[in-house]
């Protein structure tokens, strides 16, 4: 073996562990999500159906905090929708080096997550970045599914979800969520935002019309970044704001 097979050979095992690593760590949060779906009202093989066909955690964590609110189907359906678009914005980079074909491609459409896309992009070689994608996207919907349904059992041995603050749970998970994502200016100022539409159309609409609403706020802020980034600094149109 030459010294450049090697070290191809040691590249490819780093982003493998890279990607089980990342699988292992997704999978676990799955059984607080089967807890809550569960205390929630849906049944276990509601739970684990949703877990398995949906696939996407904001999603699914959306879908439970607003039919565990009270909230309608047709809303949290909307809400969890609305979440779900990132996922297809996602396959517009990983196509690309990617380029699946037949059942691969359902495949690859189905597993196109935070976490796949991340691994993926993250590494300089086209082959690496398959290999990250696959592994990544494979170990987590092994790793979530399995991790829901000993959630969706423990839940529902545990019985009433607020003897156990599982009532309050999806909020905390939703915050663990979004924390991440608050390093930037633009995201912080979105996170204020929202929290301001929701908390004035709680008490108006009914339960989860609040959380489509602040979802406006995305767009405030994303139009507002537009209009600095083609003003510039100096407020002349097309002025580059970085050095």
């Known amino acids: 073996m030459t010294s ?5 050979d040691a ?7 890279q990607g089980i ?6 999978g676990l949060s799955g059984v607080s999500f089967g807890a809550l779906a569960v205390a929630a009202g849906l049944s276990v093989l509601q739970t ?10 904001g999603s699914q964590f959306a879908l439970v905090g607003i039919l565990a609110a009270g909230g309608s189907g047709a809303s949290a ?8 678009i990132r996922n297809g914005l996602y396959a517009l980079q990983t196509s690309q080096f990617l380029q699946a074909r037949g059942l691969r491609r359902l495949l690859a459409a189905h597993i196109t997550i935070d976490e796949s896309t991340a691994v993926g992009i ?3 070689e086209r082959p690496l ?3 990250g994608f696959w592994v990544t996207g494979l170990a987590v919907l092994a790793g979530w599914n399995l991790m829901t349904l000993v959630g969706a059992l423990v839940g529902n041995a545990l019985g009433e979800p607020e003897t156990w603050g599982l009532d309050a749970a999806a909020a905390g998970a939703f915050c663990a969520l979004l924390w991440p994502r608050l390093q930037t200016g633009d995201g912080r100022a979105t996170a204020v935002l929202a929290a301001f539409i929701a908390l004035i159309t709680i008490p108006l ?3 989860g019309i609040p959380v489509i609403l602040a979802a406006l706020a995305a767009v405030v802020v994303g139009l507002m970044a537009h209009g600095r980034h083609e003003r510039g600094e100096d407020g002349l149109p097309g002025s580059d704001p970085l050095p």
Do not use: Y
């Open 77 to 84: 359906i909307a809400t969890s929708s609305l979440l779900g």
């Open 4 to 8: 450049d097979q090697a070290v191809c």
């Open 122 to 124: 993250a590494q300089k």
């Open 129 to 131: 970045q398959r290999v």
């Open 11 to 17: 590249r490819r095992k780093e982003v493998v562990r």
């Open 205 to 207: 609409v009914p339960a």
């Open 21 to 26: 690593s990342v699988g292992v760590a997704t």
């Open 48 to 57: 684990q159906a949703l877990s398995l066909l949906m696939f996407t955690g």
